[in-house]
């Protein structure tokens, strides 16, 4: 019988590379998707979603066969006291971000589950610190991270039952492989932005946009979320004089 992997994802980035690379292995995924009360951008996501989880089948290289999203709601993931505790302990140190209250919740029903958590090339982000530094992190064979039990008590409750795929590779080489792959198309799809004010068009301002505009992933932007993001920086643009290649530059020059 084939294994059946629990994947946690939401469209973006990370969990369709993800997608992508566990989708190269001879199993069966069952894709999961929460749907957040204050999170925005929901609809496109899950609209980009359904499209990737439509074509990556019909790629060469794939050979799991995907289950059709499992979609929850936020209430379904309401947590226990000692999660609540655990959390806050680890608000208080790391500032973790408050979906993990809810995802821990979701995490023990489906032990094993798959997250899409990178390596950072550069400065780590507040979930990837904490668990390395106090989550001991260590990998099997296939690069795949898990907690071991000699981790922080809380954030081995918040975390003992994901499994972290990706957890070993950074975004930079995460497009190497996409093109070794030939998946460009499939990323094309992708959606990673908290806002949904653009008509379709990353902010270039939210965190996710910044992590990916630092990480030089321009090709994800429209001219006009890379203008955005200098002018959240506080940089003064003129943009009826410069074009893509020189907002790029000052961009990197403020590096």
């Known amino acids: 019988m084939k294994e059946i992997k629990h994947v946690l994802t939401t469209g973006g980035y990370d969990s369709t590379f993800m997608l992508c690379k566990l989708g190269r292995k001879d199993i069966i995924i069952q894709p999961h998707y929460v749907i957040f009360e204050r999170r925005r951008s929901t609809d496109i996501e899950l609209e980009r979603l359904r499209i990737i989880l439509n074509e990556l089948p019909k790629k060469p290289g794939i050979q799991a066969i995907f289950k059709p999203l499992q979609v929850h709601q936020q209430s379904e993931c309401e947590p226990c006291k000692k999660t609540e505790a655990a959390y806050k302990k680890c608000w208080d140190k790391y500032s ?43 990998f099997t064979e296939d690069g795949t991270g898990y907690l071991p039990d000699d981790a922080d008590a809380d954030v081995l409750w918040l975390f003992k039952d994901y499994t972290f795929p990706i957890a070993n590779i950074s975004e930079q080489m995460m497009i190497s492989q996409i093109e070794k792959w030939n998946y460009e198309d499939i990323m094309s799809h992708i959606w990673f932005c908290y806002s949904d004010q653009y008509n379709g068009e990353p902010c270039g301002v939210c965190n996710p946009c910044i992590g990916k505009i630092r990480a030089h992933m321009y090709m994800l932007f429209p001219d006009s979320a890379l203008y955005r993001y200098l002018l959240n920086q506080g940089y003064e643009v003129d943009t009826k004089k410069i074009d893509r290649k020189e907002i790029i530059k000052r961009i990197e020059n403020l590096s």
Do not use: V
């Open 96 to 138: 973790l971000g408050w979906q993990y209250l809810y995802l821990a919740e979701l995490s023990r029903k489906y032990p094993g589950i798959a997250i899409g958590q990178e390596h950072y090339s550069f400065r780590p982000g507040r979930l990837s610190n904490m668990l390395f530094k106090d989550g001991h992190m260590i």
